[in-house]
């Protein structure tokens, strides 16, 4: 038996789904999670009869037929789930309150930069037929490139155009491509960063991201995060899995250099044939394994690679609906008066995202909104340490919020019935997140084509899964890279993958 069970570290989407596809393959799985439900950065959470969704904006691989819903399929997610798709990407006002949609429609997005900036003509078309373009490619998802044969290569010489397009729309940072626009708002719409937090982002995440949603590939799933949580984990023990929660790993147990089990914090062992880690990638490596299966390679990830800035992330419930604002995934920017300084930052601009599309999150007549900022790690490990201060700086930014908000929806401030901030320490503290980087590895220019392998040089039974071996993190990712480990270690047992759809 022991040979054929596997223990996951980590009950995320990453280590549900490896647990999901393990038992589909005989495997018997147990799931350790140190947190009191599964889900990892993939959550919500309930305050006053409000839910605040900590994840989900948009998920790739909610239309039929493209690559990745075969993956939610299996995962017992897309018979479940209600999906929004949004007519609206975001909305962006200027100084006068004249607003900007980047509409979902790629065509009607192009006759309004057209309409905006004549002059731009020629770098409109080349950016919206890379939406196009970008939308005709179908991601090769269905197996990790560790178990690619001939036939599979052969595959990859048909994707070379893709691969070109990539390569072409990676080299590019956002910032220096909006520079190439002669009309100054155009400029603004199109540089991903107006924070200076992202200055080294590939250009290419524009035309992916548009793609998904011109294709309405990547809709709102109702019910936000823990309604996709939900779904998988019924699944999981569905099919006969075990979840532990409240189950801290504090090691993964070696010998002779396998890994044949796991400690928790309260001192428990447990053996499996095979331990997979679905949880944070440094802790995992540096802590649980004492930093002792490890190369300059993968020293030089944690050493050099940046991360994804960690969020100040406030929601308010507020008590009244906002039919006046288009629905839109990534929501409302609108300039401030005047700045407001949080966290020791000056912020200039505000983004909005009102939920008025999922009425599951709030009571009737009611709306959850959330606005959220990148902050800087250091400044909220410090103010951690005085939980009075630390207390006090979170109700003064949801004081600034309010207030904001409130010049841009008059009378907002008195309608507001619940305000929760959350802070890189809440991300590290309930998900383990190193440096509360919630989507693990940003990618840049320079790291968006890097693969980084599931195992550690000279541990045998050991695979990683999850954001920290998949830069740019994501859930499809997330539940691809689960998907991943399983067939490896089917391969390595002479198994014949299979799955199975409820
Ligand atoms: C505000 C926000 C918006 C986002 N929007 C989107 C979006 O629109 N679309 C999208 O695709 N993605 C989005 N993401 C990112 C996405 O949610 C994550 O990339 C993904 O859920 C990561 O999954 P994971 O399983 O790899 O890691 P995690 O979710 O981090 O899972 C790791 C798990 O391991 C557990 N763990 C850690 N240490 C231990 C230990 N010692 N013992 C036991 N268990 C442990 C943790 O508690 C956690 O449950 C968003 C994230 C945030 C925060």
């Known amino acids: 038996m022991a040979e054929k069970s596997i223990i996951i570290i980590g009950g995320g989407i990453a280590g549900l789904s490896a647990g999901c596809y393990g038992q589909m393959n005989g495997y018997r799985t147990s799931i350790f999670e140190m947190h009191k439900l599964a889900g990892g950065v993939c959550t919500g959470w309930k305050r006053k009869g409000y839910t605040i969704d900590g994840a989900m904006n948009w998920l790739v691989g909610t239309k039929p037929g493209t690559s990745f819903y075969r993956f939610w399929e299996e995962l017992g997610a897309a018979q479940e789930w209600q999906v929004f798709n949004h007519d609206q990407y975001s909305l962006i006002e200027d100084e006068s309150g004249k607003v900007f949609t980047i509409y979902s429609d790629i065509d009607r997005l192009e006759r309004q930069m057209m309409e905006l900036a004549p002059e731009d003509e020629a770098i409109i078309r080349e950016f919206t037929k890379a939406v196009r373009d970008c939308g005709r490619f179908d991601m090769l998802v269905d197996k990790p490139q560790e178990l690619y044969g001939l036939v599979d290569k052969i595959k990859l010489i048909k994707m070379l155009p893709y691969l070109r397009f990539v390569r072409k729309w990676g080299k590019i940072t956002t910032a220096d491509y909006a520079q190439r626009f002669k009309n100054p708002f155009l400029r603004k719409v199109v540089d991903i960063d107006p924070t200076g937090d992202f200055t080294d982002m590939p250009m290419l995440v524009r035309p992916m991201t548009l793609a998904w949603q011109n294709q309405k590939a990547a809709g709102y799933v109702i019910g936000g995060a823990l309604a996709l949580v939900d779904y998988i984990q019924r699944r999981y023990l569905d099919l006969g899995g075990e979840l532990h929660c409240e189950a801290r790993v504090e090691k993964i147990l070696v010998e002779s250099d396998k890994a044949v089990g796991i400690r928790l914090a309260d001192g428990t062992e447990h053996r499996a044939g095979y331990v997979v880690s679905a949880a944070d990638g440094r802790t995992t490596i540096f802590d649980m394994l004492d930093g002792k299966y490890i190369d300059d390679k993968i020293r030089g990830y944690y050493d050099n690679l940046q991360l994804f800035p960690p969020l100040i992330y406030v929601g308010l419930g507020v008590a009244r609906k906002f039919d006046d604002v288009p629905p ?69 930014i949801a004081d600034q919020v309010v207030a904001a908000l409130d010049k841009r929806f008059p009378g907002l401030a008195a309608q507001v019935e619940m305000r929760d901030v959350a802070t890189p320490v809440t991300w590290e503290r309930y998900t383990g997140n190193w440096r509360g980087s919630y989507e693990g590895w940003l990618p840049t220019t320079k790291t968006f084509m890097i693969r980084m392998s599931k195992t550690l040089p000279g541990l045998d039974n050991f695979y990683m899964a999850g954001q920290w071996v998949n830069p740019g993190g994501g859930m499809p990712t997330a539940a691809m890279s689960g998907r991943h480990t399983i067939q490896i270690i089917c391969k390595n047992d002479k198994r014949k993958f299979v799955t199975t759809t409820p």
């Open 328 to 396: 839109s995934v990534s929501g409302l920017t609108f300039p401030l008066e005047k700045p407001v300084t949080i966290a020791g930052k000056e912020q200039k601009i505000l983004s909005v995202l009102i939920y008025n599309f999922d009425p599951t999150l709030a009571p009737e007549g009611k709306t959850v909104v959330i606005v959220q900022f990148n902050t800087n790690y250091e400044y909220w490990e410090k103010l951690y340490k005085e939980l009075e201060r630390y207390k006090a700086e979170k109700e003064q």
